[in-house]
């Protein structure tokens, strides 16, 4: 399956973090979702052979990277208040059809 | 653009009646839909998926869904309810270029009485 670390953390304001994921096997697509406390999850971006390849409405503090071995990361610099929610990391395979996602547990950020 | 509009943030039902979710999408091109669970600190686990086969959809756990273009609308049912189905339930749109981008409702809580 899809796991992320950490599952929780706590960072003030203008920190920085980086959260990661580990895709499922087989897959060559990661996205990044953001759910804030009784929201329905929002797309951050996606990565499909290591390239940025779809952005939701989220501004440029918002990168990540999408490694060979499976692996991936969030980043976000200059953080705010707004940004303390549950990071969802989703794998899948994109080829022909709709892309059926596996999401991991998340990690859950507060920012102070 | 595409949405999805989750009617009713809460729903309370008992065990054994029926479970009726309610969703309405709106898309311009033909979608697909997904139906997904959310149980406490985890994270979404697939139900169900509509992608142009056929209209009445099965998935686990006893839910189904069906497509009605007509009425724009994804209703997520299950005829009789257990105690575990309690949990977070969101709908979901995409289409053929969405690629992994979807577009969430704002999520439906259900409750399951003894």
């Known amino acids: 399956g899809v796991t992320q670390s950490p599952t929780h953390l706590i960072k003030t304001r203008g920190q920085q973090v980086t959260l990661r994921c580990s895709s499922q096997s087989g897959h060559n697509t990661v996205s990044w979702y953001q759910q804030a406390l009784g929201q329905g999850p929002q797309f951050i971006f996606q990565?499909?052979?290591?390239?940025?390849?779809g952005r939701g409405n989220f501004p440029p503090r918002f990168s990540g990277l999408q490694f060979p071995n499976d692996s991936s990361e969030l980043n976000v610099n200059a953080l705010e208040l707004d940004d303390s929610a549950l990071y969802l990391c989703?794998?899948?395979?994109?080829?022909?059809?709709?892309?059926?996602?596996?999401f991991g547990a998340g990690s859950r950020l507060t920012v102070l | 653009a595409q949405s999805v509009t989750q009617l009713g943030s809460h729903v309370s039902v008992s065990e054994g009646a029926l479970v009726l979710l309610r969703c309405n999408y709106s898309s311009s091109v033909p979608p697909y839909l997904f139906w997904y669970v959310q149980y406490p600190n985890q994270g979404l686990q697939l139900l169900l998926k509509y992608t142009s086969a056929a209209t009445l959809v099965k998935g686990i756990n006893g839910f189904e869904a069906e497509f009605k273009k007509s009425e724009t609308s994804f209703h997520l049912t299950k005829p009789s309810a257990h105690m575990s189905d309690a949990a977070e339930y969101f709908c979901a749109v995409s289409d053929e270029t969405s690629g992994s981008r979807l577009t969430f409702g704002e999520g439906t809580q259900l409750t399951v009485n003894p």
């Open positions: 990565y499909y052979r290591e390239e940025e390849n």
């Open positions: 989703a794998s899948s395979f994109q080829g022909s059809g709709a892309n059926v996602l596996t």
